[in-house]
């Protein structure tokens, strides 16, 4: 059974960083994270393949985050800097094992397997 288990996050102040981990208990074509603020729907943030590591970023978040993988340990980062108070949210990992084509790959539901979530709460 495929397992993905997110550690890292945290309280930060505004301005602050934060780095997010996601280990998959086996390897992943795609990975990316996504989010979910209270009273919201569930939103992309950043994905990344496995070959050739195209990544894309929502909008939101591009130029602050920056997703990365290490392949040999089945692991996906999310690095933000410059974290503000709407960054506020339950971060998941999600993955497929399989190429998800471009204009799927920020939608939910091209992702087979998901985190339990960690918590990122930006605030003074």
């Known amino acids: 059974q495929v397992q993905l288990v997110e550690s890292g996050g945290g309280l930060v102040q505004p301005g602050g960083s934060l780095t997010l981990s996601c280990v998959a208990s086996g390897p992943m074509y795609h990975m990316a994270w996504f989010r979910q603020a209270p009273g919201k729907e569930r939103e992309f943030v950043a994905t990344k393949e496995r070959s050739g590591g195209h990544t894309y970023y929502a909008g939101s978040v591009k130029g602050r985050f920056t997703i990365s993988r290490d392949n040999a340990k089945n692991t996906v980062y999310l690095q933000m800097n410059s974290l503000q108070l709407e960054d506020t949210a339950v971060y998941y990992c999600?993955?497929?094992?399989?190429?998800?084509?471009?204009?799927?790959?920020?939608?939910?539901?091209?992702?087979?397997?998901w985190g339990q979530g960690t918590q990122v709460t930006v605030s003074s």
């Open positions: 999600a993955a497929r094992t399989s190429r998800i084509i471009t204009s799927q790959q920020t939608s939910n539901s091209a992702y087979d397997y």
